[in-house]
């Protein structure tokens, strides 16, 4: 029978696990230790443990890391990582080191159910959730973990579509007896499934980020199917009364030449937004197969920009990164990985 990982679990789960093999309260704390702060990859490393314990735990448990099978290097210093699953599948992770940050892109599952117009990993359909160990080994596995500042939740799949697994994985990573990051250096990227975003906003701290794309319903819905399941308005309504405190919330909204670029667009986005403390990111489009959509130049990116700024409205541009190894915004997919390269 196939072994259960230790690497992922909560401390709450750990706890039960030492309660089960009847070991000492404190084994729980232990355990989590060498999980998550020091560099190590098996059971047998756990040295403060007795020799027993460590048997005990082999019998049941594999310690659950998984190393990267293939790295890509972009000219602009963005790294893209194929990491395996442990059911064999394959995500991509992009590490993006900037001047004052250094971020990792993290993909939360094997391609997404959700179908967005604009995305690779929509093309690519669904293949099935990571687990909380899936997600956060792509921190732990990354060669450059040492120098990472943020973590977003913008790589493959709709973290909401996986939510309790992403929340498992923000406990470990902010908690103390975890990583201990602080969730201001954590964003989550969703596309809006309501019921399981008000669960995310109260039971975590982290940044959130909503998926825009056009302030129009019939608009949105012809990039975003979801939008005919959860609206737009139903969205933002919920966001003007909830309480954010001081952590940030930001809507991404990607720059399609002649469909979202215009003054009605930008004059609506900053009538809805008003009542919430946000901020815009304007991304570039980066053409997928099969999408008849174009990106809008840059000239146009930066006017729209000015005129949202102008209104009070706080936005920036994304730069785009790894756009030679497909790691920029929208290109994730490991429809091609069928096996080890």
């Known amino acids: 029978m196939e072994k259960d990982n230790l690497f992922g679990k909560t401390l709450e789960e750990l706890a039960e696990i030492v309660k089960n093999l009847k070991l000492p309260r404190f084994t729980a704390k232990q355990i989590a230790d060498w999980l998550y702060k020091k560099p190590v990859s098996n059971i047998d490393e756990m040295t403060n443990l007795s020799l027993k314990t460590r048997e005990l735990l082999k019998e049941n448990f594999s310690f659950g890391l998984l190393d990267y099978n293939q790295v890509q290097t972009s000219t602009d210093g963005t790294k893209k990582y ?5 059911k064999g599948q394959f995500v991509e992770a992009a590490y993006i080191p900037e001047k004052n940050r250094n971020t990792l892109c ?4 094997v391609g997404c159910k959700m179908g967005c117009e604009f995305c690779m990993t929509g093309k690519q359909g669904f293949q099935g959730n990571l687990s909380a160990g899936e997600i956060i080994n ?4 990354l060669p450059e973990k040492d120098m990472l500042t943020n973590i ?3 790589g493959m799949g709709e973290p909401l579509d996986n939510l309790n697994e992403v929340l498992k994985s923000l406990e470990i990573l902010t908690s103390d007896w975890g990583f201990a990051m602080s969730p201001g250096r954590i964003t989550v990227s969703s596309i809006g499934i309501i019921p399981a975003m008000k669960i995310l906003l109260e039971k975590s701290k982290c940044n959130f980020a909503i998926s825009m794309h056009s302030p129009f319903e019939e ?3 012809q990039l975003l199917p979801i939008e005919k399941v959860h609206p737009l308005k139903e969205i933002l309504h919920f966001l003007k009364d909830f309480d954010a405190g001081r ?5 991404e909204y990607i720059m399609f030449k002649d469909f979202n670029d215009t003054p009605r667009h930008s004059k609506e986005l900053s009538r809805i937004l008003n009542g919430i403390r946000c901020r815009i990111n304007l991304i570039r489009f980066h053409p997928i197969p099969g999408s008849s959509l174009k990106g809008s130049d840059d000239n146009k990116i930066e006017e729209f920009k000015n005129t949202l700024f102008a209104k009070g409205t706080i936005t920036t541009i994304r730069r785009s990164r790894g756009l030679d190894i497909s790691a920029a915004c929208g290109l994730l997919s490991t ?4 096996k080890k390269p």
Do not use: C, D, H
Request: glycine fraction near 4%; avoid cysteine.
């Open 335 to 338: 429809k091609a990985s069928g």
């Open 106 to 109: 993290v993909s939360t599952q």
């Open 247 to 251: 952590r940030k919330i930001s809507f």
């Open 82 to 86: 194929l990491f395996p699953t442990l």
């Open 152 to 154: 977003v939740y913008m």
């Open 138 to 141: 792509q921190v732990r596995s």
């Open 219 to 221: 608009e949105r819905s």
